[in-house]
């Protein structure tokens, strides 16, 4: 990897760490973070896959009361590296099914492990929240300012660092780490990234799921195995959707006889009626 693409790569992470509390743009999210790693390393396809597949499992991470999600940003940071760092190129420009699995699956430990820096840095950022209020009675927007961005700048090199760290490791010994991998821990990782993404799935469902969805899950369930569908014939099925959907509002709007009211759930106001 050339000086220029480290350079990038570790700005993207420490972007990538600042986004993981702002989520203004998103940025630390897979897909995005794997596909903007993987441009600024030339490999752009198989981090695309890579932010893909792993933003299936990260739909689900979601902080829930004193719950902490794991670091979506540093699982993708550190697998797109991973997998530039421990693909071999020259020989082969395809990475397989089996590589990706692999490194999902040391992705998800690695957001997990990344709590405790989690845990550090709001640590950290009681001292600095401190700092903050002793600059605000002294009536100094400057000094408020600053200690803000040193917060946030704390966020950035949570995940920076580690990519540094990444980074400054040979890509030959990183392939030799996972080829150093016992098979059974390999088949481990691969039946374990399997169940997080149906259970990332059930998460997302479980806190989406009403009886106002549940014919659009149905559907969608009945649709997927489809191969012959194409981008273009699922956007006219999802228009002709919208326009069935807004169709129902409209009509239990009109049967209910109040407006704009209700509790947000047409069609399960339908099905009471019934």
Known sequence: MSFISIIFVLII???AGMESVLDSFELHQPIVACSLIGIATGHIIPCVILGGTLQMIALGWANVGAAMAPDAALASVASAIILVQSHDWAKNPNVSLSEITTIIGMAVALATAGLALTMIVRTL???IAHQADAAARHSSF???QLWHLVG???QGLRVAIPAG???SVAPSVVQKGLEAIPAWLTGGLSVSGGMIVAVGYAMVINMMATREAWPFFILGLALAPIM????LSLGLIGVALTIIYMSVMLTAEKSSGSGGGGNGDQLGTILDNY
């Open 13 to 15: 992470a420490f972007i």
């Open 125 to 127: 950022t009681v001292f």
């Open 142 to 144: 400057f000094g408020v």
């Open 152 to 154: 946030l700048a704390l």
């Open 165 to 167: 760290i990444l980074l």
């Open 228 to 231: 012959q569908l194409t981008l």
